[in-house]
């Protein structure tokens, strides 16, 4: 079993910055991929950004140019750096991790931008 806990979310305003933490924990050397995905109100759940195991990072259009996903091997934790946030950018954001076996979850963190 692999445990994603999420931490960084909060209220911001347009234009401010927030770095998201997700730390793995359980049976981590199988994990291939990790991504934060974000889910509005009334709205599916979508990737914004994803990094593998090589490092290959992908992020989506919304989120280029103003996030940027990265690794610390040894605190087994991925992170989300966001920028230049706006209102639409308001969600819960989800930590997933993948092996071949599992398809894990955090419980999410919510971020708000707003004035």
């Known amino acids: 079993q692999v445990q994603l806990v999420e931490s960084g979310g909060g209220l911001v305003q347009p234009g401010g910055s927030l770095r998201l933490s997700c730390a793995a924990s359980?049976?981590?050397?199988?994990?291939?991929?990790m991504g934060w995905y974000r889910q509005a109100p009334g709205k599916q759940r979508e990737l914004v950004a994803s990094?593998?195991?090589?490092?290959?990072?992908n992020y989506a259009d919304s989120a280029k140019g103003r996030f940027t996903i990265s690794r610390d091997n040894a605190k087994n934790t991925v992170y989300l750096q966001m920028n230049s946030l706006k209102p639409e950018d308001t969600a819960v954001y989800y930590c997933n991790s993948k092996t071949y076996a599992l398809n894990s979850w955090g419980q999410g963190t919510q971020v708000t931008v707003s004035s």
């Open positions: 359980g049976s981590i050397s199988s994990i291939y991929y």
């Open positions: 990094i593998t195991r090589d490092g290959t990072t």
